[in-house]
């Protein structure tokens, strides 16, 4: 079983709607999550961190179920621009201080 | 602020040979960690260094090892290249401690052939 896991998508989406999608992960002992964005060819980029309150960052929410052991996002009024491949990222405890454990992508393909 | 730079951007090998890839870090970054992406894939950890030393490790062969020099740059060198090493190969940069953010590089594409 791989250690964090999405559902590749594509999630095709018309421009304005809402779309949102999970990550799974497999370590309770996982510390810190994040959601990276990655363009096609390009590197990750921080989107956003994610905590046991939830946390929202313009049209970008996520969420943490510890007990459940999923993290999600929620892309509100989608723009163009928001097509890209989103990685679930994952990292363990004091141990692994920086090791990012990352998910193979959501893509998300935002339609005119 | 040049941030996270690596060299070079593309890089075509015939299998067999041997391959070094660099890395800066981001300013006032102490930490680089290297990653592998081979395509449809997210990246994979392969290995991190501090203080110039190996401090963890990925599930990667010996045929990967790895340089960080007092400057805090780091090297890549993968021996005995196979097809299946073509991939990104992506540096990312952290300040010990202050684990905020990794700031990636924009990667190293290698071709093996």
């Known amino acids: 079983r791989k250690e964090v896991e999405q559902d590749p998508g594509p999630f095709n989406v018309p421009e304005g709607a809402t779309v949102a999608f999970n990550c799974t992960y497999s370590?309770?002992?996982?510390?810190?999550f994040f959601w990276y964005r990655q363009d096609c060819r390009k590197e990750p980029k921080l989107l956003m961190s994610?905590?046991?309150s939830g946390n929202e960052d313009g049209r970008f929410t996520a969420q943490l179920n510890r007990a459940s052991q999923y993290i999600s996002l929620l892309i509100r009024d989608s723009k163009l621009s928001d097509s890209a491949t989103y990685l679930c990222?994952?990292?363990?405890?004091?141990?692994?201080?920086?090791?990012?454990?990352f998910g193979a992508g959501t893509q998300v393909v935002v339609t005119p | 602020d040049a941030g996270v730079t690596q060299s070079p951007t593309h890089l075509i090998k015939t299998r067999g040979q041997q391959v070094t890839l660099r890395c800066s870090p981001k300013?006032?970054?102490?930490?680089v960690s290297w990653y592998q992406q081979a395509l449809g894939q997210g990246p994979q950890f392969i290995f991190q260094?501090?203080?110039?030393?190996?401090?963890q490790r990925g599930n990667f062969p010996d045929r990967f090892s790895g340089h960080q020099f007092p400057n805090y740059s780091s090297e890549l060198n993968v021996n005995a290249l196979l097809l299946g090493d073509s991939a990104l190969y992506l540096c990312?940069?952290?300040?010990?401690?202050?684990?905020?953010?990794?700031?990636f590089g924009q990667g190293t594409r290698l071709t093996v052939v």
């Open positions: 994610v905590y046991s």
């Open positions: 370590n309770s002992a996982s510390q810190s």
């Open positions: 260094y501090y203080e110039e030393e190996e401090r």
């Open positions: 990312a940069s952290a300040q010990a401690g202050v684990y905020t953010e990794a700031f």
């Open positions: 990222v994952v990292t363990g405890g004091a141990d692994s201080w920086g090791k990012l454990q």
């Open positions: 300013s006032g970054h102490d930490t």
